[in-house]
């Protein structure tokens, strides 16, 4: 079975600009989370999706927002980019939404921000 | 509120020796606790995880980790570390009612001498 998979892996934008990036799922699963790592802050929770609903949603501005599809795919997006917003985006899958569902992370996409 | 502490930033030991790396969490109810490893450029894998039953819990790649409740401590353990051990290890804290309601620990950095 595939693991999580995003794209792109890598991303170089401008204060200002937006940004998307994609997050496919293991095959079945239907929970997607995103996750914001630098070194500073290290690895804090952004939001969760699961049916294409946001479940629960992190201490970050509006600038960051996501969405889930039918297929469970899953985009997020960060609007007026700012230098700070470069980091390590991961993104993670698990099966249903308990605690004990176990969350398979993606390779991350690297963001910069110049 | 759930939090992690991972005391140690950056441990160095010789290949073939043990390893323990350290993991006290704060949480009110019995906590599910996770160990995950990340290689430089890669997303998180999990070694292994805790959610009751048996202390002593066995993982991917010969990791063990006990939980003690008396202690708030999970520490992660290896008889014989291999140069490939070599990786960012983090400690998280979850909860029964969502897989993505997970707070990372800062990391320690593993390194291993030749």
């Known amino acids: 079975k595939a693991g999580v998979t995003q794209t792109p892996r890598y991303l170089i934008k401008t204060r200002g600009q937006q940004v998307t990036l994609s997050c496919s799922p293991i095959?079945?699963?239907?929970?997607v989370s995103w996750y914001q790592q630098t070194p500073g802050q290290g690895l804090q929770f952004l939001f969760e999706y699961f049916s294409e609903t946001q479940r629960n949603k992190g201490n970050f501005p509006g600038r960051f927002s996501g969405r889930q599809f039918s297929n469970s795919r899953s985009e997020m997006n960060v609007s007026t980019l700012e230098l700070g917003d470069s980091a390590l985006y991961l993104c993670a899958s698990s099966l249903q939404d308990t605690g004990k569902d176990t969350q398979y992370f993606g390779p991350g996409t690297r963001l910069t921000v110049l | 509120a759930q939090s992690v502490t991972q005391p140690d930033i950056h441990i160095t030991v010789s290949e073939g020796a043990s390893l323990e790396l350290r993991c006290n969490y704060s949480y009110g109810a019995t906590p599910y606790l996770f160990w995950y490893v990340q290689s430089p450029g890669q997303g998180l894998q999990l070694l292994l995880k805790?959610?009751?039953?048996?202390?002593l819990v066995q993982g991917i790649k010969g990791f063990e980790a006990e939980f003690k409740r008396s202690q708030s401590s999970f520490n992660l353990r290896k008889p014989s570390v291999h140069w490939s051990d070599a990786a960012e290890y983090f400690c998280?804290?979850?909860?029964?009612?969502?897989?993505?309601?997970?707070?990372f620990g800062s990391g320690t950095r593993l390194s291993i001498r030749p």
């Open positions: 998280a804290v979850g909860t029964y009612s969502s897989a993505s309601k997970i707070i």
């Open positions: 095959s079945g699963h239907r929970s």
């Open positions: 805790y959610f009751s039953g048996d202390t």
